[in-house]
């Protein structure tokens, strides 16, 4: 044996960590994705690299981050299987996926047509979806449909373009915005647009990004800044609230919730009118995961490029499925390995408590 053979990896039952109460396995070797608290995990985030051709602030510094080696991350063989195993055996029903920037991966289209290939139990194909930063966007938008993607997310914090330079230290608006254009010619409605809002930066877009969205029948989805980037981006006092962008907008529009339930949605949902009548109404969300928790109602699981599942965006507990797949563990002990990860999520994020501790993995090692 030479020096650069790899030693091969020691099997690792999958139940090996299992809390005791952990529900078991139907007859059929179904699980459902249950906490203690009586939540029930049905979509799925897959970040799919932790790279970013994009440094926002508020995610990462100007040099990036040490980005993982290839070798760590899961093959495209191993993240379908994960997958397969959420949305046959685990009662996934859609499956989003993530980055650091997912179109940086090369093989997104095999991923998303494996995925659109699966059935549930209830013989349905998963539900598909896209969070990404638009670039390049407009020149796939073709192949990731016929793949069979339903829907895309895309960031976009400013119109001024000096600004987002600034904020994304790139210049690449234009490329976002021509996205944006493509995704509502290809009538992947509803095309939603996610702006952070960040305060001394961009709170004087709120309006505009609104009236931006509705002119073309996008649905904007404000976001308050999460403690997910560099640490010292991040300050509770300092957040713009959702109750300070709603108060905003509210002094150009007629502002009305949506009358169907939220249910597990982390956006809470408002018709919009604008009181001068200068554009269409529609819809605008806020997403506020730090003043407005929305934890009792979650409903999401997420495995990390490197193959760790976590239960929870701002929590610190993981699960190594990659670890036990080059094990050679069954998919019976990976779903038993998966269920025992979400049996252990807490009631809550903690982000408000005192003694509340960011994540160890910034957002780009987390996906969205």
């Not at 670039?135 to 000096?162: F, Y």
């Not at 990860?341 to 009631?347: C, D, F, T, V, Y």
Request: proline share 7%; with cysteine.
């Amino acid at each position: 044996m030479s020096d650069t053979t790899p030693l091969p990896l020691p099997r690792i039952p999958g139940a090996a960590s299992l809390p005791a109460d952990v529900p078991g396995p139907s007859p059929d070797g179904h699980r459902a994705l249950l906490d203690r608290y009586g939540r029930q995990a049905r979509d799925l985030r897959v970040s799919l690299t932790d790279r970013c051709n994009l440094r926002c602030t508020y995610c990462m510094p100007a040099e990036g981050f040490e980005w993982m080696p290839t070798e760590q991350t899961l093959s495209d063989d191993e993240t379908i299987r994960l997958i397969r195993l959420a949305v046959e055996k685990l009662g996934i029903r859609q499956v989003r996926f993530t980055g650091g920037e997912p179109l940086l991966r090369n093989s997104l289209e095999d991923i998303i047509a494996a995925t659109t290939a699966l059935r549930t139990d209830e013989g349905i194909a998963p539900s598909t979806a896209l969070t990404t930063n638009g670039l390049g966007l407009d020149k796939r938008l073709e192949g990731l449909q016929r793949a069979g993607l339903d829907r895309v997310n895309i960031s976009l914090d400013t119109l001024d373009r000096e600004l987002y330079a600034r904020l994304t230290r790139r210049d690449r608006l234009p490329d976002v915005l021509a996205s944006i254009d493509a995704a509502l010619a290809a009538d992947m409605a509803p095309v939603k647009i996610n702006a952070v809002i960040m305060p001394g930066i961009n709170e004087s877009a709120i309006v505009s990004l609104a009236r931006f969205s509705l002119e073309r029948g996008a649905e904007l989805r404000f976001i308050e800044q999460m403690p997910l980037g560099p640490r010292e981006e991040w300050e509770r006092s300092r957040m713009v609230t959702a109750e300070e962008i709603l108060a905003r907008l509210r002094e150009e529009f007629e502002l009305t919730p949506a009358e169907e339930p939220r249910g597990s949605a982390p956006a809470a949902l408002w018709e919009a009118t604008a009181r001068d009548g200068s554009t269409p109404p529609g819809r605008i969300g806020v997403i506020a995961s730090v003043t407005r928790p929305f934890c009792g109602n979650c409903d999401r699981t997420r495995l990390t490029t490197d193959g760790a599942v976590r239960n929870c965006l701002f929590g610190n507990s993981e699960t190594s499925l990659r670890d036990l797949m080059r094990a050679g563990a069954s998919d019976d002990e990976l779903a038993a390995a998966w269920a025992g990860e979400m049996w252990r999520k807490l009631p809550g994020h903690g982000v408000n408590d005192e003694g509340f501790l960011q994540p160890d993995r910034p957002m780009s090692a987390i996906g969205g």
